[in-house]
């Protein structure tokens, strides 16, 4: 059984940095990657940033670019995203995805969410 956890959410001034981790469980061979999405108050759940498990390969938003980096630890099975320079903007709630890949079919796993507040 896969399970996500998500940590390091909080409130922080603009301009500031937070380090979000997310520790997955459950087998490992069949992750193709792990990303971020995050909703804010109104709006739809948004793409923000993802890893291939394999080959490391990151995939950012416009609106990240630049400011947030994604990274793995495969011994760990865990995924961090490293967000600075923050914008009152990127208030959301923040949501671990795991996506798994085997025989043709996908499986998305999702955490259940961490809040970040960034104010001006």
């Known amino acids: 059984q896969v399970q996500l956890v998500e940590s390091g959410g909080g409130l922080v001034q603009a301009g500031g940095s937070l380090r979000l981790p997310c520790a997955a469980s459950?087998?490992?061979?069949?992750?193709?990657?792990m990303g971020w999405y995050r909703q804010a108050p109104g709006k739809e759940r948004e793409f923000v940033a993802a890893?291939?498990?394999?080959?490391?390969?990151?995939y950012y938003a416009d609106s990240v670019q630049g400011r947030f980096t994604i990274s793995r630890d495969k011994a760990e099975i865990t995924v961090y995203l490293q967000m600075n320079s923050l914008k009152p903007e990127d208030t959301a709630i923040y949501y671990c995805?795991?996506?798994?890949?085997?025989?043709?079919?996908?499986?998305?796993?999702w955490g259940q969410g961490t809040q970040v507040t960034v104010s001006s």
């Open positions: 459950g087998r490992t061979s069949r992750i193709y990657r």
């Open positions: 995805n795991r996506r798994d890949e085997y025989s043709g079919l996908q499986d998305d796993y």
């Open positions: 890893i291939t498990w394999s080959a490391g390969r990151t």
